[in-house]
């Protein structure tokens, strides 16, 4: 009812508008079209100086509403997002001072040189000087930008530090799977035939003769995690980044940094980050603050809801943290966990003990 | 029947000369309906049903939007009629469902772009203006012209019809990256209507090459004596990159929608590997490498982009000359600045793709010409506002949609060159950032490059003027509306909200904007319907509209304004007008201006 009645108003306003815009057309034409140019032209370009004004007030209040929400409003988390941010600032500031420029040329050049009777126009074709300075200051202006912007680029894609964290990442459909090295430091090997319930990644834990695949050891100790990752304060995290299935995009918005996620292809990404989730926290004062990897990359259907966390931690908490994670592998085959070995006495008779053991001792 | 008697003036219209020996007169002679208005072969018909055809997609494509807007602006708000009319695919409890978003937004994404602001831009004004401007009967090819419109209708048809397929229209997004867009299993659009999705584009793709090329040879062969190339409107010249560009760039496009469509159906792996999907398995899909795609189809999608944008600058440089009563400034920089960038266009493409893992040099390359490009752009911008200066300005609406462009031009073009610079779009890539950078500079402002050659050429399609005061109402809105709704969008990529995304409900980082959400759509509905109000005046004035009744009502020197109110096939009834100086005479001399027909005077100032 009230949509039927919405839309019988907009069609009665649209019938409203029509009719008053075909009488300002027969009243142009009764008073001559000559001079009812002239008045729309007199009002158009008071419009057009009016714009200018109200458009410039307008972006400083869009800031002032909208500034303390971005990303801008406080410290990046990430030594690469320092550098990202100043030279943001700078690109503005250079771009900011063109916008001023031109857009007040143009609408006042409107507003001034409307047309009136008295003037001449001036028949202007062509001036070499002006427009190779046009040409040549742009120039200098992009190549600034350029020298900055690609010394930060190769510093960004440059090899990560050699102490980083090492991290892999695999997106799917749709969520996000962490794997850490384990002890022995190495990602085993891993091959996406293998992947099954119980092994998200396809790691080589056992031979296979029809796939031709070889057992990995590297891979029994890797640790594998759904949706939380952690990470070092102040120590660089190497992301090696793959996916399961379709294209996908690791976002890091707080650290500033993004990279795709191929089927096949993979990718990396380095970043050091700045300050722990809880610093971070108290700093915004949310304690809902999380740092979240958002997809980035138009994945399916339910791309939007591919959310990530990363939990930056200092060195202590991660290793305590660490000590509680124990290797997928036993996940797959419990049989195997040294820690859950049956002693020889009890060994087939009780396996609810065996249970037991198994949640209380997590060790590693 | 048709114009080929009068075609016999150009050696390049032979190619259809012998099929028609009857008719041997200009004019009168008997045209049925069908030949007329539906099979017809006048470059001035085959304008106007790109135009209309365009309009109606345009409506359709701007609807999605609004739609989609809804879900974003009111995510908690019900809307149960729209569930009577749309059904539970689309909406289920009165909201959007997630996949009817993601169809919306993909379909959208493509329409747009390529039906409305290719076909409905550049197939309208580069059919009515080339043989108008440059002196021609007809294109060089009417047949193949006629044609060029008819795989666009098809492309239509095909693609409308995805729409209403069980498993839903294609919603990988206009980009349609594999392996997305090549598994039905990753994706239900993925399936049936990504099918539909292809067949529709490939006969874009043809319909998009029959034009082009036809483009090409008209304005290289067919122009009239006197109008050397650099002698032709800026228009032709902007339609002529266009075109060259189009005419380079699609096919690349095609042979990767080739590839996909054998890695979709024929077990063929070029984007395909290492692929496992929940609920189905590991495909035994291995060695293909996904981003072979992007490559191929960015080698298309940034020169489209300017494919989009060229007819919209050569049809403001042409307006803000005449409206201004003032030659462009610096005509040769205007065609230079064309050229570098009809070049540039093809050596930037991986822009798009700072961060698949792109080899940081070639990355680094890509940065250094995607900047240069905005060196091009600037020369047209300061271009533009020295034609302004000391000139005697006329408002017509085309005159406002010109000055508007040039503003969105401006906006949206400096943002490029924060994007350009590849260690800032690593932030700010796939953000809303993006969108409000492309929304600016490509969508509005070629829209309102396209209202203004419709305005300012409305008189001469349909000998008819459009209302003068409802063009001001549909310029200001739109140009307001354009600002609030993708201004404010940019702090939302600034917040690093990622686009395309459903809801940003469940994100701690992202749910602040709200509010702004909400402001943004209403906007966007509002806007929406000024735009019918533009319909309404193009359909009403077709028929209603004040007549014309001068030959030349802008007092313009293009050769279009030589022809009668109505011109027939063939355009001009007599002689074609032989042409003796550039387009751009406007107060030389004390004298308002010179059409390019009048003959130097001995005594004439050079310039
Ligand atoms: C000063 C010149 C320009 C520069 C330096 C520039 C740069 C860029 C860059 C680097 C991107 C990729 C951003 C990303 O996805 O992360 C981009 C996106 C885009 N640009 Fe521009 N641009 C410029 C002008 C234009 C113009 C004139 C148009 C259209 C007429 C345009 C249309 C687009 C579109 C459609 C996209 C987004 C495509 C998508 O991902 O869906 N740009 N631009
Ligand atoms: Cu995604
Ligand atoms: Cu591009």
């Known amino acids: 009812m009230s949509t039927f009645f919405t839309i019988a108003v907009i069609a009665l306003v649209f019938l409203i508008i029509f009719q008053i815009a075909k009488a300002s057309e027969y009243v142009a034409v009764l008073k001559g079209e000559e001079k009812s140019r002239k008045e729309n032209n007199k009002v158009n370009g008071f419009f057009m100086v009016s714009f200018l004004i109200m458009g410039l007030i307008g972006i400083y209040w869009c800031n002032e509403l909208f500034y303390g929400k971005t990303l801008l409003a406080h410290d990046p988390a990430s030594v690469q997002g320092e550098r990202v941010d100043s030279m943001m600032r700078l690109t503005l500031v250079i771009t900011g001072f063109v916008f001023i420029i031109t857009q007040v040329a143009l609408f006042w050049f409107a507003y001034r040189y409307q047309e009136t009777d008295k003037r001449k126009p001036y028949f202007f074709p062509h001036n070499n000087t002006m427009e190779v300075i046009w040409t040549v200051i742009p120039a200098i202006a992009l190549t600034v930008l350029v020298v900055i912007g690609l010394r930060n680029w190769f510093s960004f894609t440059g090899e990560a530090p050699s102490n980083a964290l090492q991290v892999e990442v695999t997106g799917h459909q749709f969520g996000w799977t962490f794997r850490y090295a384990g002890n022995d430091n190495k990602f085993g090997k891993k091959y996406y035939k293998l992947i099954d319930a119980s092994n998200s990644l396809g790691l080589q834990w056992k031979d296979s003769a029809d796939l031709n695949i070889k057992d990995d050891p590297d891979s029994h100790d890797d640790i594998v995690l759904d949706a939380t990752m952690y990470v070092i304060k102040d120590k660089p995290v190497k992301l090696l980044i793959n996916s399961r299935d379709v294209v996908h995009d690791v976002g890091l918005t707080e650290f500033r940094m993004k990279q795709d996620a191929v089927p096949g292809t993979p990718t990396t990404l380095w970043f050091t980050p700045k300050f722990t989730t809880r610093e971070m926290q108290e700093k915004l004062n949310n304690p809902n603050f999380e740092y979240e990897i958002s997809c980035d990359q138009m994945c399916g259907n339910g791309h939007y809801s591919m959310r990530g966390v990363i939990k930056v931690v200092s060195q202590f908490e991660f290793d305590a943290w660490m000590a509680g994670q124990s290797p997928a592998y036993y996940g797959a085959y419990p049989d195997k966990d040294p820690s859950k070995k049956p002693l020889p006495a009890v060994a087939a008779a009780d396996s609810s003990a065996k249970k037991v053991a198994m949640v209380s001792s997590k060790a590693k | ?607």
Request: glycine share 10%.
């Open chain 2, 1 to 607: 029947m048709s114009n080929e008697a009068v075609l016999h003036t150009n050696v390049e219209g032979a190619i259809t000369h012998d099929e028609h020996h009857d008719e041997h007169h200009e004019h009168h002679h008997h045209e049925t309906f069908i030949t007329k208005y539906v099979f017809s072969q006048d470059h001035k018909m085959i304008a106007k049903q790109f135009l209309i055809t365009g309009m109606v997609w345009a409506v359709l494509g701007g609807l999605m939007s609004v739609l989609f807007r809804l879900q974003l602006g009111y995510p908690d708000s019900h809307f149960p009629f729209l569930e009577n009319i749309l059904g539970k695919w689309w909406v289920q409890n009165g909201q959007i469902t997630a996949q009817a978003y993601y169809a919306l937004v993909t379909t959208h994404g493509t329409v747009l772009v390529f039906f409305v602001l290719t076909a409905g831009l550049s197939g309208t004004f580069a059919n009515f203006l080339i043989p108008l401007q440059v002196g021609a009967r007809d294109m060089a090819s009417p047949f193949l012209n006629m044609l060029s419109y008819w795989f666009f209708f098809s492309a239509s048809v095909v693609m409308l019809s995805s729409i209403f397929v069980e498993t839903g229209p294609f919603s990988g997004g206009w980009t349609a990256y594999p392996p997305l867009s090549a598994l039905k299993d990753a994706s239900p659009g993925s399936g049936t209507g990504m099918d539909l999705w292809l067949i529709a584009m490939a006969l874009f793709v043809v319909s998009s090459l029959l034009g082009g090329l036809n483009y090409i040879v008209t304005i290289l062969n067919l122009r009239t004596k006197g109008m050397s190339m650099t002698r032709l409107p800026l228009t032709i010249w902007s339609l002529f990159f266009t075109a060259v560009l189009g005419v380079l760039s699609f096919p690349v496009l095609l042979s990767g929608f080739i590839l996909l469509i054998f890695d979709r159906n024929f077990g063929t792996s070029f984007y395909l590997s290492d692929i496992y999907i929940s609920g189905v398995g590991a495909l035994p899909n291995e060695g293909g490498n996904a981003i072979l795609f992007q490559h191929l189809f960015w080698f298309l999608g940034h020169p489209e982009v300017y494919i989009i944008l060229l007819p919209a600058m050569g049809m403001v440089s042409e307006i803000l000359s005449v409206n201004s009563r003032k030659p462009i400034f610096g005509y040769m920089a205007m065609v230079g600045s064309l050229f570098a960038i009809a070049i540039l266009a093809f050596l930037v493409w991986a822009h798009h793709m700072f961060v698949t893992g792109l080899n940081p040099f070639l990355g680094s390359i890509f940065v250094l010409l995607t900047l240069l490009i905005a060196v091009p752009s600037a020369i047209k911008v300061f271009n533009w506002l020295t034609t302004l200066w000391r000139g005697n300005i006329r408002f017509t609406p085309a005159m406002m949609f010109a000055i508007g462009f040039v503003s969105l031009f401006i906006s949206g073009g400096l943002t490029g060159i924060w994007l350009g610079n590849s260690a800032l779009d690593i932030h700010l890539h796939d953000t809303m950032f993006i969108v409000a950078h492309f929304h600016i500079v490509m969508g509005v402002a070629s829209m309102f490059g396209m209202f203004a050659g419709i305005y300012h050429w409305y008189p001469k399609m349909y000998g008819r003027y459009l209302n003068n005061t409802l063009g001001y109402i549909h310029f200001w809105i739109t140009m307001v509306g354009a600002y609030l709704i993708f201004w404010p969008m940019h702090y939302e990529g600034l917040a690093g909200m990622p686009r395309r995304y459903y809801s940003y409900s469940a994100w701690e980082s992202f749910k602040q904007f709200g509010g702004l959400n909400q402001f943004i759509s209403t906007v966007a509905m509002i806007v929406f319907s000024v735009q019918i109000l533009f319909l309404l005046n193009f359909f009403y004035s077709i028929w209603k509209g004040r007549k014309v009744t001068t030959q030349n009502p802008y007092g313009s020197n293009t050769l279009e304004w030589t022809a009668p109110i109505r011109p027939g096939h063939g355009n001009w009834p007599g002689e074609i007008p032989e042409v003796h100086r550039w387009a751009y005479d406007y107060a030389k001399d004390g004298r308002e201006f010179i059409p390019q027909t009048t003959p130097v005077d001995p005594n004439e100032a050079n310039h």
